[in-house]
């Protein structure tokens, strides 16, 4: 088991760039997510689906797009990116089955806008 | 909306014990969890507590939840280099799909 996966690792792109951010899991889990980290900040919630076929917003939506493409994949489209999108992206995701709340992270992609 | 705080940093001598502390506004939370990362790498859930207990130990790792005054903390016994890392507590929402994170306190083991 491969876990979560995300790809790129590292990306830096200049203002007014897009970029979509993958993110695929194998356990079979039916809910995913998209964070940011910001130092001082924690992670912040930017988009959620609960299962395939629904997303809905968090926290930090503006600026973002997200995509169900099936059970597996969840992708982070960045339209237009701004400085103020610097961040490290974390994907996870989380069984029905199980501990309620644990999620499983992937390894970051680090973005860079300048 | 809910909030879920921690003090940024803390520094300790290898095989101290570290009590890393947080507090949470939501009362309605049902469970709390302790995440850890690691440099360069994703979270990982280090340990979690029930809202009925006050009290939970895990080998190193003890975890007490004081609901009135709505304070989680972690204590790390025998705190090792290899602890060195950034933790997170958090929160579910009532909906449990949902995690609330904490700013992360960066532990730093010294040998």
């Known amino acids: 088991n491969a876990g979560v996966t995300q790809t790129p690792k590292f990306q830096v792109l200049k203002t007014g760039q897009s970029m979509t951010l993958q993110c695929a899991q194998d356990?079979?889990?039916?809910?995913m997510y998209w964070y940011r980290q910001d130092p001082g900040m924690g992670l912040r919630l930017i988009y959620y689906s609960a299962s395939e076929g629904t997303t809905d917003k968090g926290e930090v939506p503006n600026g973002y797009n997200v995509s169900r493409l099936n059970k597996r994949e969840f992708s982070l489209r960045l339209e237009s990116a701004a400085p103020s999108q610097t961040s490290v992206y974390f994907c996870?995701?989380?069984?029905?089955?199980?501990?309620?709340?644990?999620?499983?992270f992937g390894p970051g992609t680090r973005l860079t806008v300048t | 909306g809910e909030d879920v705080e921690q003090s940024l940093f803390l520094s300790v001598r290898e095989g101290d014990s570290s009590v890393i502390n947080c507090t949470y506004t939501d009362s309605s939370s049902t469970y709390l969890y302790w995440y850890k990362q690691e440099p360069g790498a994703g979270l990982q859930l280090l340990t979690y507590i029930f809202s009925n207990m006050d009290m939970k130990q895990d080998q190193r790792l003890t975890v007490l939840l004081n609901k009135k005054d709505k304070h989680l903390s972690l204590r790390i016994a025998d705190t090792q280099t290899g602890d060195s890392a950034i933790y997170f507590c958090a929160d579910t929402n009532t909906g449990f799909q949902k995690l609330v994170f904490g700013t992360g306190t960066r532990l730093l083991v010294s040998p």
């Open positions: 996870a995701s989380s069984g029905d089955k199980g501990l309620a709340g644990e999620q499983y």
């Open positions: 356990m079979n889990h039916n809910s």
